[in-house]
């Protein structure tokens, strides 16, 4: 399966986005699916993820309250709902897919093996 992120874009502090990662292949509702973000001098660090097994969501602290998972599996697309943005979630946002579903392995980007391109967001006035 391939992964296609988009939406990101240049915003306002306190603005949203919306981003979505489409998949192509036929296996996507067997795969759960994972944000991070990566910006520059530091380590890509896990952002949000959706279990495959029962759909639940896991978001790191930084973004709980302000960032929202959905996915539509007739359209093979997870969608990051981000409002009330920050400055210091400036990044670039990486969409994954993995064949686990519980948190410990979802958090790691170790157990993903499928990475798509990037989207840019950046949060500035």
């Known amino acids: 399966v391939q992964l296609q992120a988009s939406g990101g874009g240049l915003v306002q502090p306190r603005e949203s986005l919306r981003l979505s990662c489409t998949a192509s292949?036929?296996?996507?509702?067997?795969?759960?699916v994972g944000w991070f973000r990566q910006s520059p001098g530091r380590e890509r660090e896990f952002v949000a993820a959706i279990s495959y097994r029962d759909a639940r969501r896991y978001y790191t602290n930084s973004v709980k309250d302000r960032f929202t998972l959905s996915r539509d599996d007739a359209k093979s697309t997870v969608y990051l709902r981000m409002d009330s943005l920050k400055r210091e979630d400036t990044a670039v946002y990486y969409c994954?897919?993995?064949?686990?579903?519980?948190?410990?392995?979802?958090?790691?980007?170790?157990?993903?093996?499928?990475w798509g391109r990037g989207t840019q967001v950046t949060v500035s006035s």
């Open positions: 292949g036929h296996t996507f509702r067997v795969l759960s």
């Open positions: 994954s897919a993995s064949g686990y579903y519980s948190v410990s392995h979802l958090q790691d980007p170790r157990y993903y093996d499928t």
